[in-house]
């Protein structure tokens, strides 16, 4: 009943003219849709007048993203590639082109790096780094065809690394390094990259982690990380104090539609995560310069820093 519903509602959105569903003239895809960031940001364009498909995997939630004005829920688990083939075809065959893409998708998985299963490492690569380069690769052709925009959402830990966050940073920092080559290859076609890393704010992402920590306090009851691993799982259930994520919404909106998107939206909620996410970023350049034959001076160290606050003005 559920499927015949939707798959009307399909017929009837993809039937519709270009005008009558996005005055705002641009269509973007958003990953990851169902909940938290991903969320705000298809309302946020779906209220600006841009039409929205809006990845989600569970049917209850492309129903819920078909309610909102000028969006349609578009089902798109980014590990599977039938999903991906199935939702390109879906937007060729809505005829409204493509000019932006949102790869929101994301999960966590926590702990300390010699007890992490490498099953659990493949699942969060599976969807952190490779659902970015999948989903934007499958729609690169419409992408260009736009000269569109892609944005991918990383995090501070992509700049960030510590105990117990080594697997999640790193799949955060593949993203990085993904959107810093992404950004140069797709210049020459006027597609323009950009990531956004977002400090702590308000969606399920705690309650999504929560069984997977969990799980890994009851595998290793020995452990000498069992009682940081136990404060994680308390920390896991703080993310609805978090502010709502309304201001990586606007960051989004702003790397799609802006005439100057920037190439990095740090995007947080306190004072504090931009000054240990800069400081970090900061001591990594020195440890990079320390006591080798090509190390530079302090002058010329800030002489760099000049040049590169000129250029990203
Ligand atoms: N919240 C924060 O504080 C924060 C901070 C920095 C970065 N981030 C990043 O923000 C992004 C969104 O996370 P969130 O905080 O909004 O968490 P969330 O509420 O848990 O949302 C995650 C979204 O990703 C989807 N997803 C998970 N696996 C997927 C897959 N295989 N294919 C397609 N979709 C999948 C989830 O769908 P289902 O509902 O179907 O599971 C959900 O829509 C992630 O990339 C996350 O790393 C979040």
Redesign the pocket.
């Known amino acids: 009943m559920r499927r015949t519903a939707l798959a009307l509602a399909a017929v009837v959105f993809s039937s519709l003219p270009l005008t009558a569903q996005s005055p705002g003239g641009s269509v973007v895809l958003v990953?990851?849709?169902?909940?938290?960031?991903?969320r705000k940001i298809a309302e946020a364009m779906a209220a600006k007048g841009h039409f929205v498909y809006a990845?989600?995997?569970?049917p209850d939630?492309l129903a819920a993203l078909d309610k909102i004005p000028n969006v349609r829920g578009i089902k798109?688990?980014?590990?599977s590639a039938s999903d991906i083939a199935a939702a390109v075809e879906t937007v060729r065959r809505g005829g409204r082109g493509l000019t932006g893409l949102v790869n929101?998708?994301?999960?966590?998985i926590l702990g300390a790096l010699i007890e992490v299963e490498e099953k659990d490492l493949q699942f969060l690569f599976d969807?952190?780094v490779y659902?970015p380069y999948r989903v934007t690769k499958a729609f690169a052709p419409l992408l260009i065809e736009s000269k569109g925009r892609v944005t991918t959402?990383g995090?501070?830990?992509g700049i960030l690394s510590g105990p117990l966050f080594g697997p999640y940073s790193m799949s955060k920092h593949a993203v990085e390094a993904y959107s810093d080559a992404l950004a140069v290859e797709m210049a020459r076609f006027g597609v323009k990259v950009s990531v956004i890393e977002?400090?702590?704010?308000k969606?399920?992402?705690g309650r999504?982690t929560m069984a997977q920590v969990e799980a890994a306090v009851a595998r290793n009851p020995n452990s000498p990380f069992l009682p940081q691993m136990k404060n994680m799982v308390a920390a896991m259930g703080n993310?609805d104090n978090?502010p709502e994520?309304d201001a990586v919404a606007d960051a989004a909106v702003h790397a799609l539609f802006d005439p100057n998107p920037k190439m990095r939206y740090l995007v947080v909620p306190a004072a504090r995560q931009a000054e240990v996410t800069i400081r970090k970023a900061i001591e990594e350049l020195v440890q990079l310069n320390q006591s080798h034959p090509f190390s530079y001076d302090r002058d010329a160290l800030v002489r760099m820093l000049d040049s590169a606050l000129v250029r990203v003005k």
Do not use: Q, W
């Not at 990953?31 to 991903?38: M, Y």
């Not at 990845?55 to 569970?58: E, I, T």
């Not at 798109?76 to 590990?79: A, E, P, Q, R, S």
């Open positions: 990953t990851g849709a169902s909940s938290g960031i991903g990845g989600a995997r569970k939630d798109l688990d980014v590990t929101n998708a994301g999960v966590a969807v952190n659902g959402v995090s501070i830990s977002p400090g702590n704010y969606s399920e992402i999504n993310y978090y994520p």
